[in-house]
């Protein structure tokens, strides 16, 4: 055998760099390299830390726009056993996760109504948590609600038992669009109920508040910020009405709704009258004020934590995947109690999706006044290892030129249009493969209801 050839060739190789040099010679072991470490004196185990949600899927009735996972529920069994079963989920985590050794920096109670709880069921619930996991000393607890549930002896229970934010469904001020999209509280409940959780101590009041409700006008609108702006609750979010397939207001005619252009003018009323008020804007549909944030929804899209939802369609961003519980409580508490993960959708998010995932939720932290609004790039950068342009800069050039976002150096942002369209534009950045998915089943977002 010759080896003359081969051997020339990799002579000729040292002209680009690679040559053996027996004196030089090693095996590659580890990577980065040992010479390149630095002395460390402060080694310690890092907690990383991780949100936490547990969905609560019972209301007082079922709103005429509602897609949640929720219902009215008249056997107050089937409460005392779904709680029962989400012990059991949270015990298949600790015996199958590294979840005991995490750090929990947020916790959400959402639904459905959490504040349907009785006071003794709030009381286990946050015993259950704090008995089981670290929760961090600041931690942020937040529990949803609806006005017709709360009483004042409830609110200083939650106070007593560590919950410190609290928002409140009230959607309209108005009686009128109250009833009409079946909600079961009046408009003088709702101040009610905000006065009696200052009263109670709350300090993180948010409010919940819907454009573009069935018979809501601009006028009815102006009115809800202004009864805001003598309240004023610490977080406000003004959602844009999704009328889903299969809710009740989907069957009524397109004459019920206010018109596409009112339906801006409101967006834009609010981010104005909000701002004027002092309020920051810490999302798209977001405001706080000044010194206070959301923290799980920062966490998880400007930082990029995991979550793990607990309960009947509870949704998680865990183990490198997204997930999503059993949207029963049949299939749900059948997988617990066979000490299984409930989990039903999911997909292993791919390095690339992670970033695409990086970047559309940093675009959703965009606030028009807000100092560090949209995706922190150097953030990126050390996450990723590469610049955000380096992968999207065609995606961004495009959107760029379409007047939907700006560059500031460090922060890439939704613009003032962006902010208006701020889904429409985080759905540009769907990768193309999830895109053509989507429009074979002609579901623009993909979200399905859910
Ligand atoms: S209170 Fe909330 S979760 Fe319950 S039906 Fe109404 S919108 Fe849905």
Partial sequence: MKYGSLISKIQGLSK???????????FITQYPPPLTLNKISNFKFKRRAIELYIHIPFCTGKCAYCKFFSFCVKDKKVIQNYLGNLEKELKIYLKKSDLKDRVIDSIYLGGGTPSILRIDQIKWLMRLIRKNLRVSKNVEITIESSPETLTAKKLFSYLEYGINRISIGVQDFNDDILRFVMRRHTGKMAIEAIEKARKAGFKKINIDLIYGLPRQTINHWKNNLSIISKLRPEYITIYHLRREKGTVIAT???????????????????????????????????????????????????????????????????????????????????????????????????????????????????????????????????????????FFGVELERLRKLGLIKDDGNFIKLSLTGLV????????????EIKTQLDKIGDKFGRGGL
Wanted: glycine share 10%; aromatic share 12%; net charge neutral.
């Fill in 16 to 26: 680009g760099g690679i040559v053996r040099d027996p004196n030089s010679f090693s």
């Fill in 252 to 390: 009524l005619k397109k004459s019920e709704f206010p018109s596409k252009e009112e339906i801006i003018k409101m967006y834009l009323e609010g981010l104005n009258r909000l701002k004027e008020l002092g309020y920051i804007q810490i999302a798209p549909d977001q405001f706080a004020s000044p010194g206070n944030i959301f923290e799980q929804q920062e966490n998880k899209w400007k930082v990029g934590k995991e979550l793990i939802g607990l309960g009947a369609s509870g949704y998680s961003f865990f183990n490198g995947f997204v997930y999503y519980n059993a949207r029963s409580i049949k299939d749900y508490s059948k997988l617990v109690q066979e000490g299984k993960l409930p989990v039903w959708l999911g997909k292993e998010v791919s390095a690339k999706e992670l970033m695409r995932r990086t970047l559309i939720f940093g675009l959703k932290t965009s606030g028009i006044n807000r100092e560090d609004s949209g995706l922190d790039k150097k953030m990126f950068e050390e996450r990723f290892g590469i610049t955000v342009e380096s």
């Fill in 421 to 432: 369209l701020s889904e429409e534009v985080c759905r540009e950045l769907y990768s193309p």
